[in-house]
C-alpha cells in the first residue's frame, strides 16, 4: 500500500518561513491535499490538488510537488498557525485514501 | 454554507456493534462522496471508507474491510458506518468529511470508545 512519509516535527520562528515536507514513491504524479489541525478541533483543507488554495485561506499558504515530494510552505509565519499538517492523496491503484503521519509546527 | 453533524458515538465492548451517523446540510448532497476518518486519541488521521453520491461505489480500508459497513440514504441526506467485531484499537473520534480526495469539509467528529 502508498505510504506519505512527514517529518515528526518542524518549528520555525515567527515571520520566518515553514517548510513542511511530504514524501511518497512519485507523489509527483498524484494530486496532494493538506490539512491544518488545531487542538481538538476538526482538521481543516488549506491546500487541494498540490497547489490551490480554498476560499479563505490566507496566501502565505502555499503548496509545491515535484519528483517523490510534495511540500506546504507557509511565509511569514504567525503563532496562530501552530498546528498539525496532515498530506493527504486518493492513491489510485489501490482505491484507497492515504495520510502521512503528520507533523507538528512549532512557533518560537 | 455546509454542515456535517456526526452524532452515535459511545462505549462498546470489544467485540461489540456501533452506528455512527452524519448528517449533512448546505450542498447538493448527491453530488458527492461522503468520506469517514477516523482519529485515535494521541494519533495521526486514518482514511476509512467512502460512498460515491449515488451509493454504488464504496472502498474502505484493510483495517476495517468486512467488520464495517459505510451506506447513504440520500432522502434524509445523511451517511453511516456500520461497526461491528469492534477491538481495542477502533477507539477513536471518527469524523465524516464532504467528498473522497479533497476533503473540503469536516463535522466535528464523535468519540467511539471500545473497552470492557
Known amino acids: 500500500s502508498y505510504v506519505l512519509t512527514q517529518p515528526p516535527s518542524v518549528s520555525v520562528a515567527p515571520g520566518e518561513t515553514a517548510r513542511i515536507t511530504c514524501g511518497g514513491n512519485?507523489?509527483?504524479?498524484?494530486?496532494v491535499h493538506w490539512y491544518q489541525q488545531m487542538p481538538g478541533q476538526a482538521p481543516v483543507l488549506v491546500i487541494e490538488?498540490?497547489?490551490d488554495r480554498p476560499s479563505g485561506i490566507p496566501e502565505r499558504f502555499s503548496g509545491s510537488n515535484s519528483g517523490n515530494t510534495a511540500t506546504l510552505t507557509i511565509s511569514r509565519v504567525e503563532g496562530g498557525d501552530e498546528a498539525d499538517y496532515y498530506c493527504?492523496?486518493?492513491?489510485?491503484?489501490?482505491?484507497?485514501?492515504?495520510f502521512g503521519g503528520g507533523t507538528k509546527l512549532t512557533v518560537l | 454554507q455546509v454542515r456535517l453533524v456526526e452524532s452515535g458515538g459511545g462505549l462498546v465492548k470489544p467485540g461489540g456493534s456501533l452506528r455512527v451517523s452524519c448528517a449533512a446540510s448546505?450542498?447538493?448532497?448527491?453530488?458527492?462522496?461522503m468520506s469517514w476518518i477516523r482519529q485515535a486519541p494521541g494519533k495521526g488521521l486514518e482514511w476509512i471508507s467512502c460512498?460515491?453520491?449515488?451509493?454504488?461505489?464504496?472502498y474502505y480500508a484493510d483495517s476495517v474491510k468486512g467488520r464495517f459497513t459505510i451506506s447513504r440514504d440520500n432522502a434524509k441526506n445523511s451517511v453511516s458506518l456500520e461497526m461491528s467485531s469492534l477491538r481495542d484499537e477502533d477507539s477513536a473520534v471518527y469524523f465524516c468529511?464532504?467528498?473522497?480526495?479533497?476533503?473540503?469539509?469536516w463535522g466535528q467528529g464523535t468519540l467511539v470508545t471500545v473497552s470492557s
Open positions: 490538488y498540490d497547489t
Open positions: 468529511a464532504r467528498e473522497r480526495s479533497a476533503l473540503a469539509n
Open positions: 512519485n507523489v509527483g504524479s498524484k494530486s
Open positions: 493527504q492523496v486518493w492513491d489510485t491503484s489501490d482505491d484507497r485514501g492515504v
Open positions: 460512498i460515491s453520491g449515488s451509493g454504488t461505489v464504496i
Open positions: 448546505g450542498f447538493t448532497f448527491t453530488d458527492h462522496y
